[in-house]
């Protein structure tokens, strides 16, 4: 008889380069100040590279063995929700750290609870078509482009202002 346990899956292990990232980042004597691998968005174009494909596998991985209903369903669109991409990844890496002792393993499944009430939240309505592979825009993309283009982070201190000298 086989054991039933050994259709449990294991949980999948960060890109080995973002492993390696992680291990130069903590070691006591570190050169490299980068950003944390979670940070998605601030990552160089190398880091960044991997992540797409083990956050897939991640949100896979979630899904079978812990969504039960529908609506504790990651969409298969999530990196084109950005806010989602970054819980994804914090979840993810914090995972690890997390099953070091089991209490705090308790906290973290009590985190993926709150996360699926925030994932529902920003879906809203829109998050039933997402599931189902039909991703729909941001509700609040208009009232978002009334904001307008971010003026230059750091203007050219040599060009001509137009102002007093
Ligand atoms: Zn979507």
Not at 55 to 75: F, G, K
Not at 78 to 107: C, M, N, Q
Not at 138 to 157: S, V
Request: proline letters at 12%; charged letters at 20%; hydrophobic letters at 40%.
């Amino acid at each position: 008889m086989t054991n039933p346990l050994s259709l449990f899956k294991p949980f999948p292990e960060p890109p080995a380069l973002i492993l390696d990232y992680i291990a130069e980042r903590s070691a006591e004597e570190s050169v490299v100040d980068g950003p944390p691998p979670w940070d998605l968005g601030a990552l160089p174009a190398e880091l960044a590279k991997p992540m797409p494909a083990w956050l897939n596998s991640v949100c896979r991985w979630l899904n079978q063995t812990y969504a039960w209903q529908p609506q504790d369903v990651i969409p298969p669109c999530w990196e084109k929700h950005e806010g989602l991409g970054y819980e994804i990844a914090a979840l993810a890496f914090a995972r690890g750290d997390a099953y070091a002792d089991p209490g705090s393993t308790v906290v973290w499944h009590e985190q993926y609870d709150r996360f699926l009430t925030r994932m529902n939240k920003a879906l809203g309505k829109a998050g039933d078509e997402c599931r189902v592979g039909r991703h729909e825009d941001c509700p609040a993309r208009f009232q978002i482009a009334a904001w307008g283009e971010a003026p230059a982070a750091n203007p050219d201190p040599t060009a001509n202002t137009g102002g007093p000298e």
